[in-house]
């Protein structure tokens, strides 16, 4: 009831001509959407039944009723999603049509969702190469995969979008760093993304190294004791020279038929070790290098020499 429309047109409280029509009478020969409709309380859901049923609103103390013609639509996490509430049964009874949405079903529909959600497009000259748009994407697609995820709570696509953002900031501080303009995304600036992917997911990757090229003279470079140790600060051109020391590597990009920018080959040069590293054919040491794989030969000769424990049984070890 509204006492000033009663009051300027003289009339009694009682009379309909006093009432203020809410949202949903105004709303008549239109859409009327309530997002997160579990967040409603009961008796408010259970206000929309005669909407719903018999598409008018009746208002006690009047003897008014109000045909509607409103389509009503709803939006609602799923109720595992959240303890705020949930839709009542009647209530869910008397809609007409559910719409179940999903993740993106392939990594290319993800990688152009990303690219068109994440603010990557910031006119400092960054270049974010496809292949490590594709890394950050499969990302979240393995996660939603893994038994180890837990698959109620799900992996939004915020997580791809949040990494290619935080990724595409640590090229721009790089950038700014070395004075190199027009810094080009490594797979390093998505290891500087993981506080973004912090709470979104845990997870171990197991990564696999896709393709037929040979690496055998990578591994064996590693294998022979040698160690490659990058600061993540140098300039492209520079890294690019500290990976040509890695035996057979250089060769292996230059196969790959890349463009000739030295980022480019920063990035894709880091991507093949980081596969090798994925597939424990090498091993990621802690301070952004890499180095061979620890051999288990010494563990295995002291099982078998019997050492640590009675009867020639080797007791438990740290390894």
């Known amino acids: 009831v509204d006492p000033i429309k009663a009051a300027r047109g003289g009339h009694l409280l009682s009379d309909e001509l006093t009432m203020h029509f809410g949202l949903l009478p105004r709303a008549n020969r239109g859409i009327f959407t309530i997002n997160e409709l579990p967040d409603l309380s009961g008796k408010v ?23 509607l013609d409103v389509l009503l639509a709803f939006t609602a996490n799923p109720e595992d999603y959240t303890a705020r509430g949930k839709i009542i049964t009647p209530l869910k009874d008397r809609i007409g049509s559910e719409i179940q949405t999903h993740y993106p079903r392939t990594i290319e529909l993800g990688v152009a969702i990303t690219a068109q959600e994440a603010w ?12 490590v748009r ?19 709570s799900g992996v939004s696509q915020r997580l791809p979008i949040s990494a290619l953002e935080n990724a595409v900031s640590n090229a721009e501080r790089r950038g700014l760093h070395s004075g190199e303009t027009g810094p080009v995304v490594r797979v390093s600036d998505v290891y500087a993304a993981a506080p973004s992917i912090t709470g979104k997911l845990e997870l171990e990757y197991e990564g696999e190294l896709a393709g037929d090229l040979d690496v055998e ?42 463009p000739a920018d030295p980022g480019v080959r920063y990035a894709a040069c880091e991507l093949v070790l980081e596969a090798l590293a994925a597939q424990r054919r090498i091993t990621r040491t802690d301070d952004q290098g890499w180095a061979r794989i620890r051999s288990a030969e010494p563990r295995r000769r002291r099982q078998a020499g019997g050492q640590g424990g009675p009867g020639g049984l080797a007791g438990p070890e740290l390894v």
């Open 120 to 131: 990557t497009d910031r006119g400092t000259g960054v270049e974010v190469p496809d292949f």
């Open 217 to 258: 003279r990578v591994v064996a470079w590693f294998d022979a004791g040698n160690v490659l140790q990058l600061t993540g600060e140098e300039s492209s051109a520079a890294g690019v020279k500290a990976f040509e020391t890695v035996d057979g590597l250089g060769d292996l990009i230059r196969a790959m038929d890349l």
């Open 45 to 67: 859901q259970v206000g929309l039944f005669n909407i719903m049923q018999e598409g008018d609103v009746q208002i006690k103390g009047y003897p008014v009723r109000l045909p």
């Open 134 to 152: 594709d890394l950050v994407e499969r990302v979240a697609f393995e996660a939603r995969e893994d038994r180890r995820v837990d698959r109620r």
